[in-house]
DNA sequence: CGCAGGCCCTGGTAGC
DNA sequence: TGCTACCAGGGCCTGC
């Protein structure tokens, strides 16, 4: 669930709690969260207590914190990771996977997991761009998002256009979500030829996933459920704001056609005929 | 190398 | 009521 705008929002939240702090302790309450940190739980704990954090970042759905050891605390949250501020006497939920206190006795970092398709890692020398996540491309927000390139490299797929949208090494950040509804405001058809795509079909695409994903942010990222929240624990609002996702049978916010829902990719994909209709030369 | 599909995982819900 | 089947899906891995 959580795509670029909810990981966004909890880095903006990590910016402000947790900059400056001083880590004193680490505990990991199960192995699973951590299982892309190699080296294991006590490797862990020793990179990270007695480190300072030095910024909060992000690059597409992955989030990093810097340390002034030059080392950085890599975390992507899969389905449903949260990453929670909460005093060190709050109780422990049954899904609280890690905690990390800090030397000022405030708030402590904790990492809630209920699926755990989630995790941290610590990335050697990742302060600037931790190394595991360099094939990651640059999202629709990054300055240096090339949106020529994009076009291209785009265009050199022989694939659908959903799959490409998806593939976090084209474009990063966007989800089953945020894809579906970029598709609706583009106009374009999920399961488009990428090779047929035109400048201005991408232009139109790239429009859809920077809008649909600045209201996103605006209104605090989507929540169906509990699983979404900020740092404080708040949900978003902008599922009441999607157009498609979610609403199979519904009618479309633009021309009243009822939303269809199709399963592809082994996930659901929502879409309007009228507006999205069918390409003559599909690529499943 | 590019692409497609399987797998990991748990809680909620639909259906019998 | 109590069981089973299915659904949500991001990213890594494998195989073609």
Not at 36 to 44: A, K, L, Q, T, Y
Not at 61 to 69: A, E, G, I, R, T
Not at 90 to 104: S, T, Y
Not at 217 to 237: A, I, R
Request: glycine letters at 10%; aromatic letters at 8%.
């Amino acid at each position: 669930m959580p795509e670029l705008p909810e990981v966004e929002t909890v880095r903006r939240g990590l910016e402000s709690w947790v900059v400056g702090r001083q880590i004193s302790a680490v505990e990991v309450l199960h192995p699973r969260a951590i299982r892309r940190h190699v080296p294991g739980v006590s490797d862990f704990r020793n990179a990270l207590i007695g480190r300072r954090v030095v910024g909060a970042c992000r690059r597409g759905k992955y989030l990093w914190l810097p340390l002034d050891s030059g080392d950085a605390v890599l975390a992507h949250l899969g389905m449903s990771g949260q990453l929670l501020m909460l005093e060190p006497s709050a109780p422990a939920g049954p899904h609280l996977r890690v905690r990390i206190a800090f030397d000022d006795d405030g708030p402590e970092l904790r990492f809630v997991d209920q699926r755990t398709f989630g995790g941290l890692s610590v990335s050697i020398g990742g302060a600037d761009l931790p190394p595991e996540i360099a094939h990651i491309a640059r999202d629709i927000f990054d300055d240096r998002f090339d949106e020529a390139a994009f076009h291209t490299a785009l265009r050199r797929r022989r694939t659908g256009l959903k799959r490409a949208l998806l593939d976090q090494s084209l474009i990063s950040g966007v989800g089953n979500i945020y894809a579906d509804e970029a598709l609706w405001r583009a106009k374009l058809h999920y399961a488009r030829a990428t090779e047929t795509m035109r400048r201005p079909d991408t232009t139109r695409l790239l429009d859809g996933v920077r809008s649909v994903m600045a209201s996103a942010l605006e209104q605090g990222g989507t929540s169906f459920d509990s699983l979404y929240v900020n740092v404080n624990g708040e949900s978003g609002y902008f599922d009441r704001s999607l157009a498609v996702y979610g609403r199979r049978g519904e009618p479309c916010p633009r021309c009243g056609t009822p939303i269809r829902r199709e399963s592809f990719m082994n996930r659901s994909s929502y879409f309007c005929p009228h507006c999205q209709p069918r390409p003559r030369h599909p690529h499943w």
